[in-house]
T-cell receptor
């Protein structure tokens, strides 16, 4: 069965610092990859997704992620974080033709002023 | 705007009680999902349904059952609640994907129900 690893469980950054959150998956076939975000007290929402084509995908709020097939990775990046980016971030993978997602364990990001 | 609603934001039940968690979506989505979210464990799929009266087990179905009598409603049932089922429960829905592995439709999540079993 596929699995998703997020190695950073808690990250604390100062405003304007650069962000990179790691995500690795274990599956050798075709994958679709996602980052979801959960702001405090809010619904889980989609940040960005990769289906095919350009491995560098851009999402909402200045986030981007790069799919590196050889490394089975889909890391999330943002050049300059804001206090409002404080949230929990989840990486997820879909394999094959089904509709199930497998989620990682999440990364709690705290951005300090 | 897709809307997924869950019947309660907070619920407190006693061990052994039968618990019903309800989820309703208003966008005619075929697929519906129940997850539980626990600190350090992320989201884990309990059950999902891809059509009315159809259900499939997810990764952690033990102790749970589901019901989907109408397309818009997906219920999660804890037959006899136990303390280890204290958790945040999230419902999600999506359209059915077509065309194989390259197609996908975003899962839309509800606000969650925080269940405490005493």
């Amino acid at each position: 069965a596929q699995s998703v690893s997020q190695h950073n469980h808690h990250v604390i950054l100062s405003e304007a610092a650069s962000l990179e959150l790691g995500c690795n998956y274990s599956y050798g076939g075709t994958v679709n990859l996602f980052w979801y975000v959960q702001y405090p007290g809010q619904h889980l929402q989609l940040l960005l997704k990769y289906f095919s084509g350009d491995p560098l995908v851009k999402g909402i709020k200045g986030f981007e992620a790069e799919f590196i097939k050889s490394k089975f990775s889909f890391n999330l990046r943002k050049p300059s974080v804001q206090w409002s980016d404080t949230a929990e971030y989840f990486c997820a993978v879909k394999t094959g033709g089904g509709n199930k997602l497998t989620f990682g364990t999440g990364t709690q990001l705290k951005v300090e002023l | 705007d897709v809307k997924v609603t869950q019947s309660s934001r907070y619920l407190v039940k006693r061990t052994g009680e039968k618990v019903f968690l309800e989820c309703v979506q208003d966008m005619d989505h075929e697929n519906m999902f129940w997850y539980r979210q626990d600190p350090g464990l992320g989201l884990r799929l309990i059950y999902f349904s891809y059509d009315v009266k159809m259900k499939e087990k997810g990764d952690i179905p033990e102790g749970y059952s589901v019901s989907r009598e109408k397309k818009e409603r997906f219920s999660l049932i804890l037959e006899s609640a136990s303390t280890n089922q204290t958790s945040m429960y999230l419902c999600a829905s999506s359209l059915s994907g077509t065309g194989g592995a390259s197609s996908y439709n975003e899962q839309f999540f509800g606000p969650g129900t925080r269940l405490t079993v005493l």
